[in-house]
């Protein structure tokens, strides 16, 4: 089942510096978080901010060929994640036929926001992120952990050495 999001805001991820978008539910229950590019998160943030930038952006003239081939965006669902790869379809309507184009999210939704087409999760995608979400909490614990015995190993292993091992070495 398809459930309706909307843009939340966008962040940056303090670990890697990277945009993040944030989509929520209607009812602001569910959160879906999605690494983005920095090109499009500046063309979503253009949209949210209602920014004029002069000439059109990419997905801006997207929006505008499919508008001038007689089509217009229906809609836009993230359909799957897989190895912590978002997939989108956008489906657009032409001449009564539906048309589902592969996407990234980020691009679909930068043309959702532009056209004011609506924005659908599948629940599994939902729940797939909130499992590899906890799966990556858990490794970085694990990795803490690791980290943490390893450093007190080596730290018992350069205590225990001889000054005058210094230098036997060769690097």
């Not at 999605?34 to 000439?55: F, H, Q």
């Not at 036929?97 to 004011?116: M, V």
């Not at 906890?134 to 190993?153: I, L, Y």
């Not at 005058?164 to 070495?169: A, I, P, R």
Request: charged share 30%; with cysteine; glycine share 6%.
């Amino acid at each position: 089942m398809y459930i309706e999001m909307v843009v939340g805001g966008l962040t940056i991820d303090p670990l890697t510096n990277s945009p993040v978008l944030i989509l929520k539910d209607l009812k602001g229950e569910q959160t879906l978080p999605i690494w983005i590019g920095v090109l499009e998160a500046t063309s979503i943030a253009t949209v949210l901010e209602k920014i004029d930038v002069g000439r059109p952006m990419t997905h801006d003239l997207l929006k505008t060929i499919v508008s001038n081939l007689g089509a217009r965006i229906l809609r836009v669902e993230i359909c799957d994640l897989r190895n912590n790869t978002y997939y989108a379809l956008l489906h657009l309507e032409r001449e009564g036929e539906c048309i589902q184009i592969d996407s990234r999210p980020s691009d679909a939704i930068a043309i959702a926001l532009r056209s004011g087409a609506p924005i659908f999760v599948l629940d599994e995608v939902l729940a797939k992120s909130r499992k590899e979400g906890e799966n990556e909490k858990e490794a970085k614990d694990t990795t803490h952990a690791v980290t943490t015995r390893d450093k007190e190993k080596l730290k018992e292993i350069l205590q225990e050495l001889d000054p005058e091992d210094f230098g036997k070495y060769k690097m």
